[in-house]
């Protein structure tokens, strides 16, 4: 329960945050310098999951003020008249009759149905905010992969550009060493090749950027206004790895004492344990205390005008018992229990759906930490080699298709080791989801 009031204080925050300086009926503007934790801030106020959960949160505490009407007094007032016409010809006592009645009832008993339903609709009702957290938990994560991949894709831009600055530079060389006559036109050519076939990659990761952006903008909820087709904001972060070591069997165990989604299947099966009492109510009686005031004009009296009716009160119980009801309840038990036996099987499979999912978190996590460390070494053996290639080439102990060579070898070293830092990073927020530890946010 304290998770659950954590829960519903940081999420009331956000929403007095969002009320208060914005208005609701504009989207919120995405800040000119975009970090981790603005994105995740924006998700936790924009995102339709979160926003989602949180009016099933709503229908819910509807059911539940429905559920307890049960228990409360009601209060109706009715009326009626009637008129009959004398060509019917037989005497209609209750003709030219009204009645003003004002009724309170208040249910005594209902053979354990309203108490139940209350209880089912409480626990459906906690329930309800185990979803909203399991829902922030995934946007959250959601968030981080697109952010990473936004990050991903602007690197990778970066590299390219400088490959291809790198190119010219080389391709001045070697024009100037062909000018000089130490080189033949071949290398000139292969120089010029080596420039052209550079660009298509930079056209690529320069797409590739514009749709990471244009998936992060969903995934935190962000509404297109038309001034922003041409606005693009400037993204601020690393990919940059800080490692953890998970142990497994700690981690499955975390998972299963911390994942929202299990106690959210738990309460929802409790939930149904009360329902199978909700059901079991039909073969009881009901009773409930009447109270009535009735105004009203008796049919004995000749003057048919609303001038001195008859007034009175009454009070009384009244009690129904279905004896026989074409095993309608009989029916409403069977649903019951076999709705506990689907909620109790489905938290099994949930549970199992969670420990394969740790496993299969932690795995990843390992293997990335792995390729983190091999990208590291190549890059640098890689930039070691190109440094080599070009003293050779300069001193004419090499050919340009040696240098040509390592050039390729260092770009794509330092795409994979951008890739690898992605992987990790990606990795490590699934481990943290995994095992219910992702973060809402830091600026609450």
Known sequence: ???IHLLTTLFAAASVASASDHNPHEPMPIPENVTLEAAMDYALQNSFTVLQAKERIEEQYGLILEARSGVLPTLSLGAAISDQSDELGFFNPNSDDWTVSLQVRQA????????????????????????????????????????????????TIEVEEQNIELLKEQLVNVESRFE??????????????????????????????????????????????????TKMPNFVGELEVVKKDYDLLDSITRALQLRPELEQQRLTVDSRVEGISVAQAGYR????????????????????????????????????????????????????????????????????????????????????????????????????????????????????LDTLQARVSLTEARNNQLQANYSYLVALTDVQRSIGETKFHHRL
């Open 1 to 3: 329960m304290r998770r």
């Open 108 to 155: 005594v008993y209902g053979g354990g149905k309203l108490r139940s339903g209350i209880r089912a609709q409480d626990l459906q009702e906690e329930a309800a905010l185990y979803d909203l957290q399991a829902s922030i938990e995934a946007t959250i994560q959601d968030v981080k992969t697109r952010f990473y991949t936004v990050l991903l894709a602007r690197d």
């Open 180 to 229: 000089a006559g130490s080189v033949s036109n071949f290398d000139v050519l292969q120089a010029k090749v080596s420039l052209a076939n550079a660009k298509p990659a930079l056209i690529r990761a320069k797409n590739d950027f514009r749709i990471a952006v244009a998936e992060i903008q969903k995934s935190v909820g962000y509404v297109k206004k038309r001034d922003y087709i």
């Open 285 to 400: 009686p009901t009773v409930d205390l009447v109270g009535r005031y009735d105004v009203r004009r008796s049919f004995a009296e000749s003057n048919h005008s609303f001038e001195d009716p008859a007034k009175g009160w009454f009070v009384g119980l009244e009690s129904n018992w279905n004896l026989w009801d074409g095993r309608a309840t009989k029916g409403r038990v069977l649903q019951a229990k076999s709705r506990l036996r689907q909620g109790e099987l489905t938290l099994n499979e949930t549970r199992l759906d969670v420990e394969i999912e740790v496993r299969r978190a932690v795995s990843e996590l390992d293997s990335a930490s792995e390729l983190v460390d091999a990208a590291a070494q190549v890059t640098e053996q890689a930039e070691e080699a190109l440094r080599l290639a070009n003293e050779r080439y300069n001193v004419g102990s090499s050919t340009f």
